[in-house]
């Protein structure tokens, strides 16, 4: 990547002097021009990601660190540029559309450029790209939830900016409509070549919206990666447990194999001495007792579901779920035998508590 | 982490700054200034001055009559509250309205219209022949107090019983509870801060009043500051009688808020879409009409019957107009600016309190609060007292009593500018920073639009109270300058009840738009609440 477009560079927030940061050394990059990215920010509430949105828009005083747009620094060391001559956009959680104007004024108001035909020209313009150009005259409160985000995108794509951020803009969108409008958005995004950073706490949303993601978890950035890498490669616990459901392994490892409670398992890269590693429920397989000789289980629970099929299974005192395809019919109750599909990960040890048991973790819960 | 910003704004805005600087100053420096006026005298003097029996008397007045009131307003507003809210009774909708417009009366209206029926010359007498011994003293002062102040009790323990979460009586009743069980011990316990609430105003009303008082030349210590300052004028008595009325005012306010710690917690927020199940009056119900017509008779009837007979009289030996123009003219003359410098300084102090919560700006609120509950003859003696001494060239103008007005009235002004603003939320002003706007454009292009209603609303309740304002207006008026209020009150003070009666209609009718404005608030407010849930 050449010259970031965004540039966030050991942000720190305080409310206060003697406040514990909210915002504890985070530092990432954001690619612009031909290599526009879209990049989440992913993490429970109360992690501190809304306000390192607010930071980078400027409605935050950054306590340290800088942030940098295009070369120009927006917030640093006796620097701060008031949010109106940054040049970001923003959408809100919930739109923030004004009430007392129409949907047409509404798009119109970033517009400050030109006679008012143009301004009027160009809104349109940006409401159509929207599909909302049937909807000029309506006030926003008239319209449904959907529609209302799609006028606040359009508000804020209206000036082009080079940069826009996106706090939780999908959450007030019921489950069907905002995978659909997820998928919109991105393509207009990557059409237009527009780089954005998305705040979300929903995994899912983050790991197919973005580009690249970036957990944070109490106010830090745990990892920074692509999708599949974060996914796949969790670098700590935090991580391999906020993307979804996992096993976890308290291992002894030499080398690139390590000795788990499901016997001898392949590494992902090499260790020593007793590790946690993790296994995602699709990486773990079962088969029928007799065809291999691995770690014995009994089937506790299933769930059918279609297309695959979701097994917790109990070997020596802890259950692990596994998720097969729907080709694997077993009953609760029969004896099966369980198979590491792909090298375990090692998690980083320093930020793993000392009492983490084996086996799957608990069902995230919502933030 | 708004109390940071909150004083980052207070530093950087001059448009915030000056006018919560006015506001307490306004109110703060003068009490202040009184106090040490009056620390001023030797000990010996302060001593004889604040230790004496006479005191003791005012007092015990003042408490008396403050109980008295307390008492009748629960007997009046306590029935009629459970009968619009918990029967069947027909016609439920026009008691309410009945119960709520002796808001139009003000008390020195009320006092005159009892003591313009009773006596030998009263409406009683010339009409029936019935001589019914003149109202004064204590129970005069009560019952005028009373019949003008039981809506303020009556509109909160309405409010409350109608929050009253029906299925929480249910749960009882299927628990084995009687009806009347029920009542005693779920309903009346939830009624406690509704009930705190109403007695507090009611309270505050009565600490404060002088027009009743002094009418009914019943000793309290608004009345005796009345007389030191009417007749002989010790300044330094004035200031410890002052500081007294204030010191059982704050008193008071320490009282309701120690009774409400804790209750507010278990308040249910926004009344229920469920109304309980009505108890069905039957026979019953003549006695509930009875209550009721009692009631509006002597709170609504008697002052509309007793103006409009006195009216009657006058009209037929011909209206002053030229005077009743000239103070009309006068009392619009301060209430208009009055009105206007309200708002103005209302609206950053609501926006700070609404933006930046944080003990900071409650403060701040909590002062402009302390101008409303300060009682006026006391405020406005510590105006006197502190112009005299620091700005002399403001005495007696209409500018100082326009700013009396106005930061006595800024409460009235806050609420409705507050709730405005909740229907701006900040992100709004933080969207139209980041299209290109800077705080201040932010501010007049997406939140003024938003809370002119509000504005409006605040605006027109200052007008209307300070059209109607007796005590700040007696005391600090220029010379000559008689408002619709101040007429009213001399001529029922020297029993030319006929001389009174086209002041009070007047009065009287700006009162009930007051009224008017009041109820459409709280039906939109309640509009927007079933709206919103």
């Keep these: 990547m050449s010259e970031p477009l965004l540039s966030v560079q050991h942000l720190t927030k305080r409310f206060g002097p003697d406040a514990p940061p909210v915002v504890h050394d985070v530092s990432f990059d954001v690619g612009g021009g031909p290599s526009a990215e879209i990049f989440a920010v992913l993490g429970p509430s109360g992690c501190g990601k809304t306000t390192t949105l607010r930071c980078i828009a400027g409605f935050e005083h950054a306590t340290e660190g800088t942030v940098v747009v295009q070369g120009r620094t927006m917030a640093g060391p006796d620097v701060h540029v008031p949010p109106e001559q940054r040049g970001v956009g923003i959408v809100f959680q919930d739109y923030a559309l004004f009430p007392h104007l129409t949907v047409l004024e509404n798009v119109a108001f970033g517009l400050r450029e030109g006679t008012s035909a143009e301004q009027t020209a160009r809104a349109r313009e940006a409401l159509e790209m929207v599909g909302l ?9 008239h319209l449904s939830g959907g529609q209302q985000q799609r006028v606040a995108l ?120 007793t590790v946690l590693v993790s296994l995602r429920p699709e990486h773990l397989t079962i088969a029928a007792p007799e065809t291999v000789d691995g770690p014995m289980g009994t089937i506790v629970d299933r769930a059918f579901k279609g297309h695959d099929i979701t097994y917790l299974v109990s070997c020596e005192n802890n259950e692990y779920l596994v998720h097969t395809d729907n080709r694997e019919l077993y009953e609760a109750g029969d004896t099966v035998a369980l198979q590491p599909l792909e090298p375990a990960v090692v998690l980083e040890r320093k930020s793993t508590p000392a009492d983490v048991p084996s086996g799957v973790t608990p069902e995230p819960s919502e933030p | 982490m708004t109390v940071t910003r909150a004083v980052d704004i207070l530093r950087t805005r001059w448009y915030v700054t000056v006018p919560v600087a006015f506001v307490l100053a306004g109110v703060l420096v003068p009490l202040g200034y009184l106090f040490v006026r009056a620390l001023q005298a030797d000990p010996q003097t302060l001593w004889d001055l604040v230790v004496r029996w006479r005191n003791l008397r005012l007092l015990g007045n003042t408490i008396g009559l ?98 009253v979460d029906p299925a929480l009586e249910e749960s009882a009743r299927a628990l084995g509870y009687s009806r009347w069980q029920v009542f005693w011990r779920v309903v009346l316990p939830q009624l406690r801060p509704g009930f705190l609430a109403g007695g507090l105003l009611v309270g505050l009303h009565v600490l404060g009043d002088f027009g009743v008082v002094s009418l009914m030349r019943f000793e309290t210590f608004s009345y005796a500051l009345y007389l030191q300052y009417a007749a002989s004028y010790d300044r330094i008595y004035a200031a410890c009688l002052a500081l007294m009325l204030l010191a059982l005012t704050v008193a008071v306010l320490f009282l309701e808020a120690r009774l409400l710690r804790g209750l507010l917690l ?92 944080s003990r900071w700006t409650q403060t701040i609120e909590r002062v402009a ?8 003859l006391a405020f406005a003696l510590a105006l006197i007292v502190f112009t005299l001494g620091v700005v002399p060239f403001g005495y007696q103008t209409l500018g100082l009593l326009v700013t009396a007005y106005a930061l006595h009235f800024m409460a009235e002004a806050i609420g409705p500018i ?24 932010a501010f007049a292009s997406v939140t003024f639009p938003l809370m002119r209603r509000g504005l409006l609303v605040s605006v027109a309740f200052v007008f209307l109270s300070a059209m109607k304002e007796l005590p700040i207006t007696f005391l600090l008026a220029p010379v000559g300058f008689e408002t619709l209020a101040l007429n009213t009150w001399s001529y029922a ?19 009930a738009c007051f009224v008017g404005l009041l109820l459409i608030r709280e039906q939109t407010a309640t509009g927007q609440r079933t709206e919103a849930a």
């Design chain 1, 133 to 141: 150009d049937s909807f000029e005259e309506r006030r926003p409160q």
């Design chain 1, 154 to 273: 359009a508000r804020t794509l209206a000036p082009e900016p080079d940069l826009i951020l996106l706090d939780e803009p999908f959450s007030n969108l019921d489950a069907l409509l905002r995978e659909e409008t997820r998928q919109e958005v991105r393509q207009l995004l990557k059409d237009k070549g527009i780089s954005a950073v998305l705040v979300t706490h929903d995994q899912e949303e983050a790991l197919s919206f973005a580009d690249r993601l970036a957990v944070m978890r109490s106010g830090q950035l745990d990892q920074v990666g692509t999708p599949e890498d974060v996914y796949y490669r969790p670098r700590t616990l935090f991580v391999a447990q906020f993307l979804g459901r996992t096993n976890l392994l308290l291992s002894q490892a030499s080398g690139r194999e390590a000795d788990t409670p499901l016997g001898r398992v392949r590494l992902d890269r090499e260790a020593d001495g």
């Design chain 2, 66 to 163: 403050a109980i008295g009131v307390l008492g009748v307003t629960t007997l009046i507003a306590f029935p009629l509250a459970w009968l619009t809210t918990r029967t069947d009774l027909p016609g439920r909708g026009v008691l309410t309205l009945l119960g709520v417009l002796p808001l139009a009366v003000p008390g020195y209206v009320m006092a005159y219209v009892l003591l313009a029926t009773t006596g030998t010359y009263g409406t009683l007498a010339q009409t029936l022949g019935l001589v019914w011994p003149r109202l004064s003293g204590y129970s005069g002062a009560l019952l005028a107090l009373s019949l003008c102040t039981y809506p303020y009790l009556f509109l909160n323990l309405r409010t409350a019983l109608l929050g």
């Design chain 2, 266 to 357: 278990h308040r249910t927020g926004s009344g229920t879409a469920r109304r309980s199940v009505p108890l069905q009056l039957r026979a019953g119900r003549w006695i509930g009409y009875a209550f009721g017509g009692g009631v509006a008779l002597l709170s609504v009837g008697l002052p509309v019957g007793t103006v409009g007979y006195w009216m009657a009289d006058r009209v037929a030996s011909g209206l002053p107009w030229a005077s009743l123009g000239s103070s009309l003219w006068a009392s619009v003359s301060a209430s208009v600016p009055a009105a206007g410098l309200a708002a103005l300084l209302a609206t950053p102090i609501a926006y700070l309190g609404v933006r930046y919560q």
């Design chain 2, 369 to 376: 609060y302390l101008g409303y509950a300060t009682p006026p």
């Design chain 2, 418 to 441: 507050r709730s405005a603003l909740y229907q701006a939320p900040p992100n709004l002003e933080e969207a139209a920073r980041s299209l290109g706007r800077s705080p201040m454009g």
């Design chain 2, 493 to 511: 003070e020297e029993a030319m009840f006929g001389e009174a009666a086209p002041y009070a209609l007047t009065i009287m009718f700006f009162s």
